[in-house]
């Protein structure tokens, strides 16, 4: 054999690298997701005063994405089995750009409450079909640390939005960030159609070791979670028996309750409680949103080590998740009575801790769901959508009720969000990761 053989067949048994760009492609899309979804939080107060919103109606503004949100979960996903994550994922994009526009010209209440809904609508499907993209791409070893991944490109997103909106605002004013993310949108879909395919095998760039490495089939038939169509109701049965998807669903409503505060109210409850600027409201939320991106990166190495190291799977997603929402409640709880500044910094390793269940989320929904990973994430996230509607309402009211006490106490605000998570322990206590679905 020549050498230039030898070096070719040494080439073609090291696997290519394209799952990679899959997941930095993904993570780079709920990036631009979360740009409109969390950069309305510094907008709050401009928009309420150009556009002559309450507190109580605003509540309602920042609720009715999830509203959207909620409505489409599944349909979402089922979209991405029907025509594919190529088609379906750049087509949600195309739609939340179309929605951000809407809000960027949008002249009334009514106007702009139409365009969060239509931005939840678009949205919604994100989840379950970049899921089962991880699913498809990704080995069953490695898939902690790209969930991980998902959830800290989701929280940069957070992080970016909320910088730069609050330093857009006051020489742009609020429109104008929203049309620029909308642009980013676009590139990314088509970008994203141009270069993805649904299965490894697929793609013109992968070798056969990559795809034997991913544990992927070669063939392009249909994968096991787009067939059987008449098993539909038999795996519903299933999930509304199964006691780990319905304590999974719970965990989801309490976490998303408190991550919603943090994308909607917080800036404005930091200029009311401490009397921060706007700018300064939204620096101090880019770093308790930064908190949850590194708790998010943390989650997901813990997911596999532990994983790696005692092959449980209670302990590395299940148990893993107690401790750290445990922590967290204790955190917000004794941010309430410290300096203002301090509080702050107290919040931040409260979020940190709250991150590390954001791929266990996904990664537990695999576990459970298997073959059917898409339907069952898409139902957690339905779930966590009653927690992120009701936030942005409840703390609204709560917000008119404190004004409205002699002494006002912002203290309650705190309070409210130890007890949610002290649920959300509660809930991942009671999960069982192999309590799987049937085939």
Request: with cysteine; proline share 5%.
């Amino acid at each position: 054999m020549s050498l230039d053989s030898e070096n070719h067949d040494a080439l073609h048994s090291q696997p290519t690298n394209i799952r990679f760009l899959v997941v930095a492609s993904l993570g780079l899309g709920f990036l631009l997701a979360y740009l409109p979804r969390a950069g309305i939080s510094p907008m709050v107060i401009p928009i309420q005063t150009d556009l002559s919103i309450n507190d109580a109606d605003m509540g309602h503004v920042l609720a009715v994405f999830f509203a959207g949100y909620f409505f489409f979960q599944i349909p979402g996903g089922l979209l991405g089995q029907k025509w594919g994550n190529r088609i379906a994922l750049p087509l949600l994009q195309l739609m939340s750009a179309l929605a951000n526009v809407l809000t960027a010209v949008a002249y009334s209440l009514g106007f702009i409450w139409f365009s969060r809904f239509l931005l939840g609508l678009a949205q919604a499907g994100m989840v379950p079909c970049s899921a089962q993209v991880i699913k498809n791409w990704i080995p069953e070893s490695q898939r902690g640390t790209a969930s991980s991944l998902m959830g800290s490109f989701m929280s940069v997103g957070s992080v970016i939005a909320t910088g730069l909106t609050a330093v857009m605002i006051e020489p742009f004013g609020w429109r104008v960030p929203l049309i620029l993310f909308s642009i980013f949108s676009v590139c990314w879909a088509i970008l994203f159609f141009l270069y993805f395919r649904d299965r490894p095998a697929n793609h013109p760039y992968t070798n056969s070791a990559e795809v034997e490495l991913i544990g992927q089939p070669e063939k392009s038939e249909p994968l096991p979670d787009e067939t059987a169509p008449e098993k539909k109701s038999s795996v519903a049965l299933e999930m509304f028996t199964n006691r780990s998807v319905w304590f999974f669903c719970l965990q989801s409503i309490f976490r998303a309750f408190g991550y919603a505060f943090f994308i909607t109210w917080y800036p404005t409850y930091l200029q009311n409680s401490s009397g921060a600027s706007i700018k300064e409201a939204g620096l101090l939320t880019m770093l308790t949103l930064m908190g949850v991106v590194l708790g998010t990166l943390t989650g997901g190495k813990l997911i596999d080590v532990i994983y790696k190291r005692t092959g449980n799977k209670y302990s590395s997603r299940s148990l893993l998740c107690v401790v750290s929402h445990l922590l967290c409640a204790l955190c917000i709880l004794l941010s309430a009575w410290l300096d203002p500044t301090l509080a702050v910094y107290l919040i931040v390793v409260g979020t940190f801790l709250s991150g590390i269940g954001n791929p266990s989320a996904w990664v537990t929904s695999m576990d459970l769901g298997g073959t059917r990973t898409s339907i069952v994430i898409a139902t957690m996230n339905m779930a966590g959508v009653i927690g992120a509607y009701s936030s942005p309402i409840v703390v609204g009211r709560l917000f008119e009720y404190i004004k409205s006490m002699e002494v006002p106490n912002w203290n309650l605000v705190l309070f409210l969000f130890t007890g949610i998570y002290l649920l959300a322990t509660l809930c991942w206590a009671c999960i069982d990761p192999d309590q799987r679905l049937s085939e």
